[in-house]
């Protein structure tokens, strides 16, 4: 039977005709069903189906004669890329440090390529898509100035934190931050003026995709620099520290935007893109098995929570992988939702469906569990921001999660993919917000004033740099603990009081009893305990 009767007598039933679609490419002879369709939809224009299928092919003809992966610009940027990277990898020269404002002591914090590498590697893509793309100049400069101003207020403004582990957990969220921040710049110039959902789903689905393959390239680079040292290292030659990080910081330079090139035209839009062959289908396939698995992973972890149920409460490590899973649950989701309802068949749509409600519904679960062991270990020791960021991450994951099984009550079967799509759009502008909040306001929330301890003793001044707030100071001959607050010493009057008002016993700090003495006194706690003793 040719393609063409079987088109017509296929007419009736979408999943057999996709089937017959999916053996036709294997077989080689898509361009022969192509046809049948064609011929088909002019006898019968007013069939809904084959009115469907023509726009595919001709969607999916018109991509395939468009994409030229403009190298003529990706290679040249992924080595300038790469070598920026890799200049600013030197850590001898370009690390980040803290400094106690009152004493000058210094320590290294973090090297700068880990803050700047996303944004200096954002402004790269973003300049390649520019120029392979609509070259829209002002776009490119305002995402581009956006990050460096971004970049240059967090160098500038985390020395105004107090003490030394608020300026050191600020820096390592940044990393973050600005990777987020750098990611939606790229959007920006990506999706052009329009900012629908539809546009916002797709860009986080080629985002996925962008880094897929970077991951795939990453592990080739990591085997060939594995074998590449290890030969040297049999003749007895150590390669110098510049190679080295050629390869590693370089590399990853490189890496990044050869990956943007592959995956990503930057003559269209993003709904615009190629979701059905290719890379893109081996990822959505792929997020496609792992979902019932995922599913299956939960649901046997929510059975064993109730017997390890404080571990989270206790093991700061445990809390942070209990994050970690849950973004990675959320990117699961998206590269699980296909981009255009043709992409699955109605069968396989209708699973989906199923299989993303399961693991938003157990998400949740771990979610709230989560957040609960946050705010738990907040309680009982201090707002720190690290703490309130996650605190803010998980709120806002759970949210996305509640609007998500929301939507989809209210959309029902046959609208349950647009309503996916809206709910992860409106995912990007919650993330984005965070961000930018964390950015900004993080160093006002936890800003330190010098000042207060300015003229005490030098150890002292010492503990209130290096320890958050609440600094308990006792001396070894003396059994009275004081709270160091505003430059003066409050005398805490018994035990009870202590422990009353949330102390930790471990958060005490002991000091030379003269210096101990030097320090001004302030209130007692509480007020009404009396002239306070000295030490």
Partial sequence: ???????????????????????????????????????????????????????????TAATAARRVIAWNWAIPLAVLNGLLLWLLSDENRFTLEVANPVTGASYNVLPLVALLAAPISAAVIVLFLTLAGDRRWRRFAAVALGLAASAVYVLLIFPVMWPRVFQEQYLGLMVLHLGLLAWAGIGVVAMGRGFESEQRFA????????????????????????????LFGALGIDLPDAVARLFIAGGAGLIIVVAVALVYDPAVRPAEQSFDEGLSKLIALLMRLLLPLTVGVLLVYLAFI????????ENRDVLIVFNVMLFAVLALMIGATPVRSQDVSPRGQMWLRSG??????????????????????????????NRLTFIG???????????????????????????????????????????????????????????????????????????????LLKCSTSPHIYLLEDGQKRWI???????????????????????????????????????PPQP
């Fill in 1 to 59: 039977m040719s393609y063409l009767d079987l088109t017509r007598r296929l007419a009736g039933d979408p999943e057999q005709l996709e089937l017959t679609y999916q053996q036709a490419a294997v077989a080689g002879q898509a361009q022969a069903f192509s046809e049948a369709v064609e011929s088909a939809y002019r006898d019968d224009p007013d069939n809904l189906l084959y009115a469907a299928w023509h726009y595919r092919l001709a969607h």
């Fill in 203 to 230: 860009f986080l689905f080629k985002s996925l995709e962008a880094l897929v393959v970077a991951g795939l390239f990453a592990i080739v680079g990591g085997i060939f620099m594995g074998i590449t040292f290890g």
């Fill in 306 to 313: 109730p017997f390890n149920f404080r571990e989270p409460f």
């Fill in 356 to 385: 993303i409600i399961a693991l938003a519904l157990l998400a949740i679960l771990v979610s709230v569990y989560a957040l609960a062991a946050i705010i738990y270990r907040t309680s009982i020791d201090r707002l720190t921001p």
């Fill in 393 to 471: 991450w998980n709120i806002i994951n759970i949210v996305i999660l509640v609007l998500l099984l929301i939507k989809q009550l209210q959309a029902g079967r046959e609208r349950w993919l647009p309503a996916m799509h809206r709910t992860f759009a409106v995912a990007t502008v919650f993330y984005i917000v965070w961000t930018i909040f964390g950015i900004i306001a993080l160093p006002v929330l936890f800003r330190g004033d010098p000042a207060q301890v300015a003229g005490l003793p030098v150890r002292v001044q010492q503990i209130a740099y290096e320890e958050p707030y609440p600094v």
């Fill in 493 to 531: 009057k018994d035990i009870a009081t202590f422990e009353a008002r949330g102390y930790r016993w471990n958060d005490v700090r002991y000091v030379n009893c003269d210096d101990l003495a030097a320090v001004p006194d302030g209130v007692p706690i509480p007020p009404d305990a009396g002239p």
